[in-house]
């Protein structure tokens, strides 16, 4: 399992725990809730009979003992006639409604709001619970009740605590993957310059040896020494690439077909004679440029448009622009098995490949050269599944040509 399966494996057993915890709350929650609410009905009932008893008892002591049950309760309630008049209320205040109205207004409207107010809770009552059905001096009584404000606070509580614990992770997710970032960063920039650096002995002495063979055996016009002299000078631009990592690197003003037919003539003779190369496009944009790092970049498109031909195929970069944005297109398309929609981001990713012995770091290495070293964008501009993959990188443009496409 390559390091991006174990890192996405991680991300969905995370996931799971995290909703196997919310499903938990949520449940418990409404467990509690459920008993609640059975516990007001409950109240609600001892209230309206206590209410029943208030009207049809003559007893002082008695009826004292009724008005403290009734006054202990904490379910706001309204009782009323088979006809919807309001009998009797308890645990609400109309006055709530009224407190941002002056005085002379409060005199004029208290009625009609009393009403209006009383009418709204007594709605809202019935859409919340079935009522408590009563028979008082042979007149039929229902009660409605609501929930208490601890009740309603309980039911919106999960969600709430919920909402803290996601912004909590977000947040603590955000730090923690700032900080392994950096601490990425700093381990890869020491590894690619002590790279650099036991890069360069060698390097030295290559060089030593070629210029000895060719002066001890006349070679200088050898074809294959001509060759190995362009490996030993692409060792020097890989260490160079290397020594510049974690360095702002130094653009300068390049003809960018230039820049893409050199590499793409170094490269091409070192694969298969079964793919084919085509390059065109506008030779006249120019833009800034870090040749060792943007042949990286070049290296490792063509290499993954070669790895994705399967035998036969062919590799076409077109050099394009738009004259009004400034910017210069650079389009690598290959004819091999593609990539499907939703892949489309992930191929960027750290860890991502496809192959057994790949470790996934060449189009994330390209898309960070491309954004954080050349300001630019890179993307897979189309792919279909058995056909080919077509890459765009995007440049900015430094010279306004006028030749450049529209």
């Given at each position: 399992m390559n390091p991006y399966q174990q890192k996405r494996r991680w991300k969905y057993s995370l996931l799971a725990f995290a909703v196997v915890i919310a499903s938990g709350s949520l449940f418990y929650t409404s467990y509690l809730a459920k008993n609640i609410a059975q516990s007001e009905r409950t109240r609600a009932q001892v209230w309206a009979l206590s209410m029943k008893q208030l009207v049809n008892t003559y007893d002082n002591d008695f009826l004292n003992y009724v008005i403290a049950v009734r006054d202990s309760l904490t379910v706001p309630a309204i009782v009323t006639n088979d006809k919807g008049e309001i009998k009797y209320y308890r645990g609400l205040d109309p006055g709530k409604t009224l407190m941002k109205l002056s005085a002379a207004e409060l005199k004029q409207k208290k009625q009609k709001y009393d009403s209006l107010y009383f009418q709204n809770e007594l709605e809202y009552m019935k859409g919340q619970?079935?009522?408590?059905?009563?028979?008082?001096?042979?007149?039929?009584?229902?009660?409605?009740?609501?929930?208490?404000?601890?009740?309603?606070?309980?039911?919106?509580?999960?969600?709430?605590?919920?909402?803290?614990?996601?912004?909590?992770?977000?947040?603590?997710?955000?730090?923690?993957?700032?900080?392994?970032?950096?601490?990425?960063?700093?381990?890869?920039?020491?590894?690619?310059?002590?790279?650099?650096?036991?890069?360069?002995?060698?390097?030295?002495?290559?060089?030593?040896?070629?210029?000895?063979?060719?002066?001890?055996?006349?070679?200088?016009?050898?074809?294959?020494?001509?060759?190995?002299?362009n490996d030993v000078k692409r060792l020097e631009i890989v260490a160079d690439r290397f020594s510049k990592i974690g360095s702002k690197p130094?653009?300068?003003?390049?003809?960018?077909?230039?820049?893409?037919?050199?590499?793409?003539?170094?490269?091409?003779?070192?694969?298969?004679?079964?793919?084919?190369?085509?390059?065109?496009?506008?030779?006249?944009?120019?833009?800034?440029?870090?040749?060792?790092?943007?042949?990286?970049?070049?290296?490792?498109?063509?290499?993954?448009?070669?790895?994705?031909?399967?035998?036969?195929?062919?590799?076409?970069?077109?050099i394009s622009g738009n004259r009004l944005k400034k910017q210069v297109f650079i389009d690598i398309t290959d004819t091999g098995k593609g990539i499907p929609r939703s892949k489309f981001d992930t191929v960027f990713q750290p860890g991502y490949t496809t192959r057994q012995r790949g470790w996934g770091l060449g189009l994330s290495l390209t898309k960070r050269m491309i954004q954080n070293y050349h300001n630019g964008q890179i993307f897979v501009r189309d792919s279909e599944v058995g056909k080919g993959t077509t890459f765009r990188i995007v440049l900015k443009s430094i010279k306004d040509d006028k030749q450049t496409a529209a």
């Open positions: 619970h079935e009522p408590i059905k009563l028979t008082v001096l042979n007149e039929p009584w229902l009660v409605y009740y609501k929930d208490s404000d601890l009740l309603s606070q309980l039911k919106i509580f999960p969600y709430i605590q919920l909402s803290v614990i996601a912004i909590f992770l977000m947040v603590a997710y955000t730090a923690f993957s700032s900080s392994r970032k950096s601490e990425q960063n700093q381990v890869w920039v020491g590894l690619a310059k002590e790279t650099a650096h036991q890069l360069g002995t060698p390097i030295s002495s290559l060089m030593a040896w070629i210029e000895l063979i060719k002066s001890k055996f006349n070679a200088d016009d050898d074809p294959l020494m001509a060759e190995m002299e130094k653009l300068e003003e390049h003809a960018v077909y230039d820049v893409v037919k050199d590499f793409v003539d170094y490269f091409k003779v070192r694969v298969s004679e079964k793919i084919s190369f085509e390059l065109s496009g506008n030779r006249n944009l120019v833009a800034g440029l870090n040749i060792p790092l943007f042949d990286w970049v070049l290296e490792n498109l063509l290499k993954n448009a070669v790895n994705a031909i399967e035998d036969t195929g062919s590799i076409k970069v077109e």
